[in-house]
């Protein structure tokens, strides 16, 4: 058996060579076991990750898997929580050819691939005020192949939004390799007439569950609930043709019936006018009697806390309110949305009228304002990441995914709560979406002693028994089956439904490849099998829950690792023997630490605050630490040589034919990988001429970063600190640069190679020479890089007398109402650097592009350039990787960009093929000073 079983898998392995190139197919040991996790406590190594670029490879793929009866699991975005996103077998994953969407019927509709993310999918529906109906709290992360796949929905969805309901159309293919795209007629009649037998083998099954009426009532009951339990059965009851059937039983099937290839939604509304409370009851049974009413008065969302989930936030609740909290108190978090504001007070009005006269405590009356709005709704979800950030070493966090009839939901919570007590889950949290009686409750558990399994394996044994048992609800009604619920599928179903979705799956895909071990598993302690355990790596990164959330933001992700496959690597390490130690040993600096930009773009959506880059940053500093102690202890010289070979560089590069000094240096890194890549966008040395300044009362304190200090303006343009100055003297600003500049550094780019104790000297030495030239901070200081800024404002001890702004930033709150802009109507390009998004959110740069220009183009998916600094020059295939979706999102109108980082503008301008420069540039040529603006003293 094991002979033919390797004799199949060396026959897919070498048939693949055909279809996907080896640059496709993973192999390695290091990066399959940084594949092994998705966001569930199951891990799996898979043997093969394949990257697929569109539907004909994935569909040859899968008639080879399906001929030699290789097992196959499709990953979008791995935050499933259930176990249904790993593999040991073949592992297919979504890379960037699968992010296009189109909009149709003016934002009724959205097609979309399944690589696409649905925030992005809703920020394309923005301008249409409309919405995708699933609304995950991981919206922000995963992908509408998975979204679909599971049936995901949040807090506004309810059922009838879900992609179930707002299906409007599916491109499938499935396990033998057929395709049907229902929105081509052409397609769909070539199915209809091919697949006569699967066709009439679906239509036999919804005929027969029709004439059951206990099963069909059974059914009926399942989806007026929240239910991702097993296969969409409503599609037998709902639909009469076979292909809706079809197209119906894939959403939430989780990759075990075929692969969803595109997917088009009926959009949502979105209501213009909203508001949001907060309120405290004195237990469940008050809180949950409100619920009908709510409903009944049009309540978007209704949030539901338990007292022990208040008690985790109680901080960031008395910022808005003050509450006290018992141990039996339950809060509602109650959401309202109205098509114009006559109606939303007539709603608000009817709704308080309900609410009961005693034991209530208004935490936040109903507000419109939108920045309370959104402080509310982070307390709620930053439950889940509370229970994460304070857990155990070495224990995983389980957020469980259940639905009541609302009419049980106190009875449900109560009861709950006695099981958190009996198994003594005395850290367990429970909030959920009341609309739905859906709760999610959140707990730690250990997995690495079998006391500990059996503890778990117990307490959900207790928690079946309640919900599917006593009360009829539903064990997964948002996170699907996965591997953690398939051995209580017939729990929740009985024999006869799961046989019917047995016959479904035996239907379409016979040779069971698809995900086996999912939704189906013959194990009843399947959801006791591989389980992750989590040993210590680095305090750093040890919270990580391995969600997911900060992978789009990583711009490795599509050459190397993202974030959480970095530690996910770390933490599997020891578990494998030494020989495979060693081999991974091989390959970690490159994948783990070379490749990492460590800009700590991935703090900015790791609910519990990992920022890999410094984890990356602290590894770094165990290597090389000889090299950049040298460069530190002498910068000016460094500077000047860096500026000279730039010139010169440049000088070689226009005397030789185009491309031979990049070659030439390409070729040369083969054998020297430290030596910097020469690329046409790069500018000469900078000019270390410091431009006069007008003379004005009011002065700024310019520290010009090492950046530019090296690195010149582009082709055509002026010095930065020329234009910098003229800009600050147009508003009336007498631009100071103090002597011996060129010996100041932040300390950042020594921080970011791991050398702390020179950026810590740096920091002192800048901030005793801002002492010397601008005593006691009198006079604001600015300077022109975003990474600069932020390290200095990171490092910024608050006693330190000088705080150093970053230059947007001072222009938006200082310059520009002294200034008058006239908008370009030509559309710009603008990147958001990680430091300004770690600094202001993007605040500033954005707000000053949309001053100066009419038509601001931001690409979506790139957040990171990859740059970081050098690694653009030492490590090209970064920002190759990071931007390469940059140059087709272009409009054929935007000739340059602007942003406010040098070296970022460096690697855009390369990826990009126009001049990225910064955004004080356009302000210039776009602004002269008011009229009455402060005049020059002579
Ligand atoms: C912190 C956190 C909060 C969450 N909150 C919610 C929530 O509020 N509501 C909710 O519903 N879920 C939630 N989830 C679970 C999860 O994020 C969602 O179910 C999400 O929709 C999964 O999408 P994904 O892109 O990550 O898919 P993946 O995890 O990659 O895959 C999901 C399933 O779909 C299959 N699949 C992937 N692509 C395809 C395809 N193209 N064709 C066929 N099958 C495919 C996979 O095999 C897998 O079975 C949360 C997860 C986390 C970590
Ligand atoms: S680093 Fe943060 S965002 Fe990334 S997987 Fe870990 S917990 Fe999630
Ligand atoms: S620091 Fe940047 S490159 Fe490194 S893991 Fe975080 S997002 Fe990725």
Redesign the pocket.
């Known amino acids: 058996m094991a002979d033919t079983l390797s004799a199949n898998w060396r026959s897919f392995v070498t048939q693949l060579n055909g279809v996907l190139p080896v640059a496709r197919r993973v192999t390695d040991l290091a990066r399959r076991v940084a594949y092994s996790t998705d966001a569930s406590f199951y891990t799996l190594i898979p043997k093969l990750v394949l990257f697929p670029n569109n539907t004909e490879e994935l569909r040859r793929v899968l008639q080879l898997a399906r001929r030699w009866n290789v097992p196959v699991t499709f990953r979008a975005a791995g935050t499933s929580l259930s176990g249904q996103a790993i593999s040991d077998s073949v592992l297919i994953m979504l890379n960037h050819h699968w992010r296009n969407a189109w909009i149709t019927g003016e934002g009724r509709h959205i097609r979309m691939q399944p690589g696409v993310i649905g925030a992005q999918a809703n920020r394309m529906l923005t301008p249409y005020r409309t919405k995708i109906g699933p609304d995950p709290a991981s919206i922000n992360t995963c992908k509408i192949g998975g979204i679909a796949a599971n049936n995901a929905s949040g807090m506004c969805c309810g059922v009838d939004h879900n992609a179930y309901h707002t299906l409007a159309g599916m491109h499938l293919i499935l396990a033998d390799g057929t395709e049907v795209d229902t929105h081509c007629a052409q397609s769909l009649t070539k199915f209809r007439f091919k697949q006569k037998k699967l066709l009439q083998g679906l239509a036999d099954l919804r005929d027969e569950v029709r004439h059951d009426a206990s099963l069909k009532a059974h059914i009926e009951h399942q989806f007026r609930l929240k239910n991702t339990m097993g296969y969409g059965l409503n599609a037998l009851l709902d639909y009469d043709d076979p292909v809706e059937i079809l197209t119906h039983l894939m959403i939430g099937s989780e990759g075990t019936l075929g692969f969803i290839a595109e997917l088009s939604l009926h959009t949502i509304p979105v209501a213009p006018v909203r508001a949001t409370g907060l309120y405290v009851f004195a237990d469940a049974e008050t809180a949950c009697a409100l619920i009908p009413h709510l409903q009944a008065q049009g309540a978007e969302a209704v949030e539901l806390m338990d007292s022990r989930a208040l008690q985790r936030v109680t901080g960031q609740l008395e910022r808005v309110g003050k509450a006290t909290l018992d141990t039996h108190s339950v809060a509602l978090l109650v959401d309202i949305s109205a098509p114009s504001q006559t109606r939303l007070e007539a709603q608000l009005n009817a709704i308080q009228t309900g609410f009961p006269t005693r034991h209530l405590q208004t935490v936040c009356e109903f507000t419109q304002h939108p920045q309370t709005i959104d402080y509310l709704w982070q307390i709620r979800k930053g439950l889940f990441p509370a229970v994460g950030a304070v857990r155990a070493q070495g224990t995983t966090v389980i957020i469980e995914d259940i639905a009541f009839d609302l009419t049980d939901l106190a009875a449900g919570l109560q009861a709950l709560n006695q099981l958190f007590e009996r198994y003594d889950y005395r850290e367990a949290i429970v909030f959920g979406h009341a609309l739905d009686g859906n709760l999610h409750f959140v707990f730690t558990q250990q997995f690495d002693t079998p006391a500990q399994q059996q503890r778990y394996d117990a307490f959900m044994q207790d928690v079946v028994s309640l919900v599917a048992g006593r009360y009829n609800g539903t064990l997964k009604a948002e996170h699907g089956t996965g591997r953690n619920m398939a051995p209580f599928l017939v729990h929740q179903w009985g024999q006869r439904a799961v046989g019917i979705m047995q016959r479904i799956k035996q239907l379409l895909d016979p040779g069971a490849i698809l995900n086996p071990g999912v939704i189906f598993n013959p194990d009843p302690k399947a959801h006791l099998q591989h389980l992750k355990t989590l040993p210590p790596v680095d305090t750093l990164i040890d919270n990580c829950i391995e969600c997911g959330f900060?992978e789009p933001?990583?711009?490795?992700r599509d050459l190397t690792l993202?974030?959480r496959q970095?530690i996910a690597l770390m933490r599997r390490l020891p578990l494998l023997d030494a020989e495979q130690q060693a081999t991974i040993d091989r390959q970690q600096a490159y994948l783990v630490d070379t490749t990492?930009?460590?800009?700590?773009?991935?703090a900015t959506s790791c609910p519990v605050n990992i920022d890999?880059?410094a984890w990356?940053k602290q590894r770094r500093s165990l290597e090389h630490p000889q090299a950049a102690q040298t460069m530190a202890r002498h910068l000016a010289g460094s500077h000047r040589f860096a500026r000279r070979s730039l010139t010169l560089a440049h000088w070689a590069s226009q005397a030789l034919p185009v491309k031979v000094l990049p070659a030439t240096t390409r070729v040369a890194r083969r054998l020297w990988p430290a030596l910097p890549e020469y690329f046409e966008a790069l500018p000469k040395g900078a000019s270390t001429v410091i431009p006069p300044s007008a003379t004005f009362t009011e002065k700024v304190i310019y520290f010009p970063s090492c950046l530019n200090r090296v690195f010149g303006a582009a082709e055509d343009q002026p010095p930065l600190a020329e234009v910098i100055t003229r800009v600050l003297n147009k508003a009336g600003f007498e631009v100071v640069i103090p002597p011996q500049v060129e010996q100041q550094c932040c300390g950042q780019p020594w921080q970011n190679k791991g050398n702390q104790q020179a950026a810590s000297q740096y920091e002192q030495q800048l901030e005793q020479w801002l002492q010397q030239h601008n005593p006691d901070g009198r006079w604001p200081v600015i300077t022109d890089a975003s990474s600069c800024a932020l390290h200095c404002q990171q490092g910024s001890a608050e006693n330190k007398s000088n705080q150093i702004q970053e230059l947007t930033a001072f222009v938006v709150q200082h310059v520009l109402e002294r200034l008058e802009i006239r908008p370009i109507e030509q559309p710009v390009m603008l990147h958001t650097t990680c430091s300004s998004t770690r600094l202001d959110e993007g605040r500033y740069l954005r707000a000053l592009a949309n001053k100066l220009c009419t038509q601001v183009s931001e690409p979506a998916n790139i957040s990171?350039c990859g740059f970081a600094g050098n690694k653009g020059l030492t490590c090209p295939e970064l920002t190759a990787s990071a931007l390469a979706s940059l140059p087709v999102q272009i409009p054929a109108t935007a000739s340059f960009g602007v942003s406010n980082n040098r070296s970022c503008e460096l690697g855009l301008s390369k990826a990009a093929g126009i001049t990225y420069s910064h955004i004080i540039y356009l302000l210039d040529q776009q602004s002269k000073a008011r009229p009455r603006a402060p005049t020059a003293t002579p």
């Not at 933001?553 to 490795?556: E, N």
């Not at 990492?596 to 991935?602: F, I, P, Q, R």
């Open positions: 900060c933001q990583c711009p490795s993202t974030p970095r990492c930009a460590a800009t700590g773009m991935c890999t880059g990356i990171c």
